[in-house]
């Protein structure tokens, strides 16, 4: 089955910089990577996907990047404001939407804005 | 719009009592969703169905059932639980696989916090 592994698992930095969040996959068959915000006490909101086909796509201050030879694929934020601080998960799976195995999840990663 | 809404937001049980967690979605997706988020363990899928009628294991099925008997709700089950159960649980949802763009996005609940002492 698939495994993902995310770095860093903590992440501070200064309101206004930019935060970079890593993550690498195992299943060669994965096609979709989606990167979930999570804050305390509610449950993972989608924030950005990328597909395979796809090497890099933005949405306002964030964007995605992958590398399908590596089997990686990254979250930038930049222009970091308070409001981003939360922990993130990245994910990766063969099938959008579900799917028989589900989305396998990286460990997380707490970005925490210092003002 | 109500999304994916589950209930209690939290639970104390006992060991060997049962309870079930339900969870429900107003948006006529197919396939729902269990998944159990433990600390650095980030999230583990339980069980899964692709529509009213059909569910499969997940990663980690062992202590927990599903059925499915309607398009909306997809209740999970715990017979006798036990204290490695404590966790947050979250339901998600989508259309499903193939549709494509949107309809692919999976959708999460707000969560169940279940100890089990």
């Known amino acids: 089955g698939e495994n993902v592994e995310q770095h860093p698992s903590t992440l501070s930095v200064q309101e206004g910089d930019s935060a970079v969040i890593k993550c690498t996959y195992s299943?060669?068959?994965?096609?979709?990577f989606p990167w979930y915000k999570q804050e305390l006490g509610k449950g993972p909101q989608l924030i950005i996907d990328?597909?395979?086909?796809?090497g890099e796509k933005k949405d306002q201050r964030i964007a995605v990047t992958l590398n399908k030879t590596a089997k990686h694929f990254s979250l930038h934020i930049t222009e970091t404001q308070p409001e981003d601080s939360a922990v993130y998960f990245c994910?990766?799976?063969?099938?959008?939407?579900?799917?028989?195995?589900?989305?396998?999840f990286g460990k997380g990663t707490h970005l925490i804005i210092q003002p | 719009n109500a999304g994916v809404t589950q209930t209690p937001k939290f639970q104390v049980l006992k060991t060997g009592q049962s309870m079930t967690l339900q969870c429900a979605q107003d948006?006529?997706?197919?396939?729902m969703s269990w998944y159990r988020q433990d600390p650095g363990m980030g999230l583990r899928l339980i069980h899964y169905?692709?529509?009213?009628?059909?569910?499969d294991q997940g990663e980690v099925p062992n202590g927990y059932n599903v059925s499915r008997s309607t398009t909306e709700d997809f209740p999970l089950r715990l017979l006798s639980a036990a204290p490695s159960q404590t966790s947050v649980y979250f339901c998600?949802?989508?259309f499903g696989t193939g549709y494509g763009g949107e309809k692919e996005k999976l959708f999460f609940g707000s969560g169940t916090q279940l100890s089990v002492l």
């Open positions: 998600a949802s989508s």
């Open positions: 299943d060669s068959a994965s096609n979709y």
């Open positions: 990328i597909r395979s086909n796809v």
């Open positions: 994910a990766a799976t063969p099938y959008s939407g579900g799917g028989a195995d589900g989305l396998t």
């Open positions: 948006m006529n997706h197919e396939y």
């Open positions: 169905s692709v529509g009213a009628g059909i569910t």
